[in-house]
């Protein structure tokens, strides 16, 4: 019997062949002179290498940064001229703070099924090791008669100097992540999150354990090799694999850490996600492009959402929105997804937001349903780890996830996987991958 | 509008001074206002004490969580608020009646359930639960006891019972006025309890600043929706504003415009100066009218039935144009007499009248300014006390008869507001007049324009026919 012919939405629809990331390492630590574009290049080129796109077929890249570096914050296009793609490559990139990966590979996956493009290559990177210091704009503004005028008099310098008082105005400004609305650290809103939500210590210590133990477990057996590459640094040291995962830590040794956040808080360096360096890409194709082209599709999307709520409320909330919206497009309910896979940026967040779709109550009050959204079963919640463990390059992360999800479901069989992200401004991001038969 | 000695007693070593002296000074707290429109969270991380003995603990839990507030619960009222705090992730504290507060817990305000009072003796539950809290009531807090109205009561003991609450809160007002703290009493007839969040969410915010003492009324005579929408409570509503050219009349006129009224500026020909800025800056519509004229009522129907406007027909009226011709009854004049009864409360009745007729919405809210001088009287002002005290009887009287058309009308008494007019009193005049009430300061015209922007609110539809008085707890006045 011939086989049926695949429909033209079919034929269009994105598809994902894989994605590769660079090994997540502390800030300050084996890449610290790699910036976001030395580590996009580097996920990039490990990506075609293992998935050989022929050069000519090859449409864009769509990268998402949250520090991006100032005299070029098109990372995107750095890294095709950088690697050499060929000129056509074109590029943009993408922020929407740590769902910026995901916004990227969402980005692809929507200018393929629109017709916009056959092959994109998406992803994120991100640097701490490379934020850059900002100088107040007080000095931008004074200087710049002398920079941008013509011959400057003695008066003109003498004008400079006198605009450049007091002093303590001129001083940078040490770079933290806080909300440009609100002033408040994150770190700090967390913690909120957890006293609001009554997330105990030893529930986020449990959980954080449990990241490590998981992700120790998936470098130790080889399931992260396919998605891995190894890096050479710039100083010629090969990095071959994460550098924050503890595979010998324990709840006792995770409650012996001081708050870091509050005096009588709960969130320790051991339950929070560290500042990371690192990159992840992912190859995404239409369909009909993937089968001429002899790749093997691993998953696709069925849905994705994106949500905001009040930064000065519960700051990290946002996926308790999201994720029910993006379900809710896909046609499922939680009980029918196989996999969930959550950003841990704190696991005071992650316990919150699993205590949001528990509760009938906030199904009523914030999401207009009769009943919670489920309960979500430890087993199938990110099998591999998370962020907690494996550290949080701000916009490799989303990249990180549909990798690890797409390539979990391609071995295991199963269906669905639900991912949720938060992120900086209130924001939630949710997608639901599937497998593709 | 400075007060100085609102400014300086910000100051500590001022006010370290002024106690160690022993001067008999007065120090006013600077009281806490909203900055910009309605927000969504108007109670973010305050405090909530409350008492919630009676039939409401459902409805004050609702009220709370989402506003942002973390209530503290005395008594087993407890498990109303457990779902609501999962949902907004504001779980209650519970606190045992009887223990002392926890050591350092300041309360932003005290709530209080006294609908199951029904006997004299049933009053010592207010003693009981004020007693060993009211010293922890924080700068700018609120105290407010919710009851039945005495009215719906056969039973006169339980009227009476009702009836002492209002007397408690003058007296609580009173006392904790000088922290810049305000109380009120809100009678919630059976059947209305659903009108009861959008007047708690105004009072217990800073919104509600120097209204204290105050009685209020809820009831479901006026025909509603349910609706009561928290931020941009106008949007899409048209209104009107006489007097709009200046002072309270400016401040209103922002007010409305900021929660997303279309406004119409109306302020007498020869003011068209002002008025054009005042509509310019509230992108509103700007109309040179003298309410005075006989044709005046036609013509403004006219205005808002014309096309070329836009209006449709007008959401929200607000009468604040008012005008003082003060002089002892004896010298008073007869241009005088007139000329005050003409604004403040012909043009008031002439006006409505006409625009009842086609050029008002549904849900229509009227608002009138009315004045402490109309409900305490005061010398010099017989003409000026007459045309408010007319304009008090006009609000009771219509509300009535509109309401079952989702129609309400209200009055505002203002006491001493820090405006143009006042200014231009003699020093120690103002002095006095502003020292004598509960938060010993005058209010500003945008206080006057937060209550005026709440009753023009959607929510606002349990309360009609009344007049508020926004005077800081003034020592005259009803």
Not at chain 1, 156 to 164: C, F, H, I, K, T
Not at chain 2, 131 to 160: D, S, Y
Request: net charge neutral.
């Amino acid at each position: 019997m011939a086989a049926r012919r695949p429909t033209q939405t079919e034929n269009r629809r994105a598809v994902i062949i894989g994605g590769v990331r660079t090994p997540f390492v502390k800030a300050f630590t084996d890449f610290t002179k790699m910036d976001a574009i030395a580590l996009g290049d580097a996920a990039v080129s490990a990506l075609l290498e293992r998935f050989p796109v022929p050069r000519a077929d090859l449409d864009a890249l769509i990268w998402g940064g949250v520090i991006l570096p100032g005299l070029a914050p098109n990372v995107a296009r750095e890294i095709a001229l950088d690697l050499k793609l060929g000129a056509h490559v074109e590029g943009m990139t993408c922020t929407r703070a740590c769902a910026s990966g995901l916004q990227a590979v969402t980005l692809a996956a929507a200018a393929i099924e629109r017709g916009e493009a056959d092959v994109i290559i998406a992803g994120g990177s991100d640097s701490t090791s490379n934020a850059e210091i900002k100088l107040p704009q007080k000095w931008v503004h004074a200087l710049a008669p002398l920079a941008l005028g013509g011959k400057p008099t003695p008066a003109d310098y003498l004008g400079v100097l006198s605009q450049l008082m007091p002093i303590t105005d001129l001083l940078p400004k040490q770079p933290k992540i806080a909300e440009r609305t609100t002033g408040e650290v994150m770190g700090v809103a967390a913690e909120k999150m957890a006293r609001r939500n009554e997330i105990g210590r030893a529930e986020q210590d449990e959980f954080a354990v449990r990241s490590h133990h998981r992700a120790a477990n998936a470098i130790a057996t080889g399931r992260f090799d396919e998605e891995v590459c190894t890096v050479t640094t710039p100083e010629g040291t090969k990095v071959y694999a994460d550098g924050l995962v503890r595979a010998d830590t324990s709840t006792e040794k995770l409650a012996r850490l001081r708050p870091v956040f509050a005096k009588d808080g709960t969130l320790t360096a051991g339950n929070s996600s560290p500042l990371t360096d690192g990159g992840a890409a992912v190859l995404l194709m239409s369909h009909a492009k993937a089968r001429a082209l002899g790749f093997t599709p691993r998953a696709a999307f069925r849905s994705w959402a994106y949500s905001g709520v009040d930064p000065a409320d519960q700051l990290l909330m946002g996926p308790a929105l999201a994720m029910p919206k993006a379900l809710a497009r896909a046609g499922l309910s939680l009980a029918n997804v196989d996999l969930v896979d959550m950003h841990e940026a704190f696991a005071a967040q992650v316990l919150s937001i699993l205590k949001m779709l528990a509760s009938d109550a906030f199904a009523r009050e914030r999401l207009g349903l009769d009943r919670a959204v489920g309960v979500v079963d430890p087993a199938r919640l990110n099998v591999h780890g998370g962020s907690v463990a494996l550290g949080h390059p701000f916009g490799a992360t989303g990249a990180r996830m549909v990798t690890t999800v797409a390539n979990e479901l391609f071995h295991s069989g199963k269906e669905t996987a639900l991912l949720g992200i938060c992120a900086a401004g209130g924001l939630g991001a949710a997608a639901v991958l599937e497998r593709v038969h | 509008m400075s007060d100085l000695l609102v400014d300086l007693s910000q100051q500590p070593m001022f006010r370290q001074a002024v106690k160690q002296l022993g001067l008999p000074l007065p120090m006013p707290e600077k009281l806490r206002r909203p900055r910009g429109p309605w927000e969504e969270r108007p109670l973010q991380d305050r405090n909530v004490v409350v008492f919630a003995g009676g039939a409401l603990a459902e409805v004050f839990a609702r009220t709370l969580a989402p506003a942002g507030a973390t209530p503290h619960v005395v008594g087993e009222a407890v498990t109303a608020f457990v779902a609501p705090g999962e949902a907004w992730g504001r779980p209650p504290v519970a606190h045992a009646p009887g223990d002392t507060p926890p050591e350092g817990l300041r309360a932003d305000a005290l709530l209080f359930d006294a609908t199951s009072l029904r006997s004299p003796a049933d009053l010592r539950a207010l003693y009981d639960a004020f007693h060993p809290w009211i010293g922890h009531l924080g700068r700018c807090g609120r105290v407010i006891v919710v009851g039945r109205p005495a009215q719906g009561f056969t039973n006169a003991a339980a009227a009476a019972t009702a009836a002492a609450l209002d007397g408690f809160v003058r007296s609580v007002a009173k006392e904790v006025g000088r922290k810049g703290a305000t109380a009120h009493s809100v009678f919630v007839a059976e059947g209305a309890e659903a009108r009861l969040p959008a007047l708690l969410r105004f009072l217990l915010s800073d919104r509600s600043a120097f209204l204290t003492g105050q009685p209020w009324t809820l009831d479901a005579r006026v025909t509603h929706d349910g609706k009561a929408p928290g931020v941009r409570p106008l949007e899409g509503q048209t209104a009107l504003v006489t007097g709009a050219a200046r002072g309270i009349g400016e401040s209103i006129a922002h007010a409305l415009a900021a929660e997303g009224a279309r406004v119409v500026c109306l302020d007498r020909p020869g003011d068209e100066g002002p008025l054009a800025q005042v509509a310019s800056a509230v992108k509103g519509l700007m109309l040179a009218l003298d309410i005075t004229d006989p044709d005046a009522p036609a013509a403004l129907r006219a205005f808002v039935r014309d096309p070329a406007n836009a209006l449709g027909h007008l959401d929200v009226v607000v009468h604040n144009a008012g005008i003082t011709r003060d002089k002892t009854l004896a010298r008073m004049s007869p241009e005088y007499w007139d000329q005050a009864v003409a604004v403040n409360l012909t043009a008031v009745v002439d006006l409505t009248t006409a625009l009842l007729e086609d050029a008002l919405g549904p849900q229509a809210r009227i608002v009138c300014l009315s004045s402490v001088s109309g409900l305490a009287g005061n010398v010099g002002q017989s003409n000026y006390s007459a045309s408010k005290a007319g304009v008090v009887g006009y609000v009771r009287a219509l509300a009535p008869a509109i309401a079952e058309r989702g129609m309400t009308i209200n009055a505002i008494a203002p006491g001493f507001i820090e405006t143009r007019l006042t200014r231009a009193m003699p020093a120690m005049t103002r002095e006095v007049a502003r020292r004598l009430s509960a938060l010993g300061q005058g209010g500003e015209p945008r206080d006057i324009a937060e209550l005026v922007t709440f009753l023009a609110s959607p929510g606002s539809a349990g309360l009609t026919g009344q007049s508020l008085r926004a005077c800081g707890g003034m020592f005259i006045g009803a």
